[in-house]
């Protein structure tokens, strides 16, 4: 079956640490991969999305993602954290040719000021 | 801006109970999605639906049944509630478009069943 799953469940850094957060899928064919953020209290929002051409995918809030085909991965990063990034992280993915979205289970950020 | 609204923010039930949440987008979205999300289990979808009065089942539809008679609206309804549904329950919507479509989510909505 299709699934996206995530390493980490819990990631605690300081501020101005790196971030790197794995997140593997099971998809065989082309796929369409995505980010989500939900900041305390608030909804889910989309940090950045991948579909095609440039493996490597520039979000919004200085967020990256390096889409790897070999290795089935579409690892997050920032070179650089803020105490505001504190929140729960969502890799997501799906084939491009339906709605079947599957989400992973989520990794937790706690950035300590 | 897509906007998607959902009826409740907290909603409290007796076990037994019927239970409807509303689910209402604004962008002409063609696609909308209900999930729940738990602790550790992330998102998981329970139904969702690509077409006024066209539902497909999700990874967990015991329970759960919806409803879509207007585009814009997709209700999920917990028939008989029980404790093992209290959740936080999320909706989305997106586009129809093959290979496009992020999915936009609402603010969700927490059920608590005692």
């Known amino acids: 079956a299709q699934s996206v799953s995530q390493h980490n469940h819990h990631v605690i850094l300081s501020e101005a640490a790196s971030l790197e957060l794995g997140c593997n899928y099971s998809?065989?064919?082309?796929?369409?991969l995505f980010w989500y953020v939900q900041y305390p209290g608030q909804h889910l929002q989309l940090l950045l999305k991948?579909?095609?051409?440039?493996?490597l995918v520039k979000g919004i809030k200085g967020f990256e993602a390096e889409f790897i085909k070999s290795k089935f991965s579409f690892n997050l990063r920032k070179p650089s954290v803020q105490w505001s990034d504190t929140a729960e992280y969502f890799c997501a993915g799906r084939p491009y040719n339906n709605n079947d979205m599957r989400f992973g289970a989520g990794t937790r950020l706690t950035v300590k000021p | 801006d897509v906007k998607v609204t959902q009826s409740s923010r907290y909603l409290v039930k007796r076990t037994g109970e019927k239970v409807f949440l509303e689910c209402v987008q604004d962008?002409?979205?063609?696609?909308m999605f209900w999930y729940r999300q738990d602790p550790g289990l992330g998102l998981r979808l329970i139904y969702f639906?690509?077409?006024?009065?066209?539902?497909e089942k999700g990874d967990i539809p015991e329970g759960y049944s919806v409803s879509r008679e207007k585009k814009e609206r997709f209700s999920l309804i917990l028939e008989s509630a029980s404790t093992n549904q209290t959740s936080m329950y999320l909706c989305?919507?997106?586009?129809?478009?093959?290979?496009?479509?992020?999915?936009?989510f609402g603010p969700g909505t927490r059920l608590t069943v005692t």
């Open positions: 998809y065989g064919g082309t796929v369409n």
């Open positions: 962008m002409d979205h063609e696609n």
């Open positions: 639906s690509y077409d006024v009065k066209m539902k």
């Open positions: 989305a919507s997106s586009l129809l478009t093959s290979g496009r479509g992020e999915q936009y």
């Open positions: 991948y579909f095609s051409g440039d493996p």
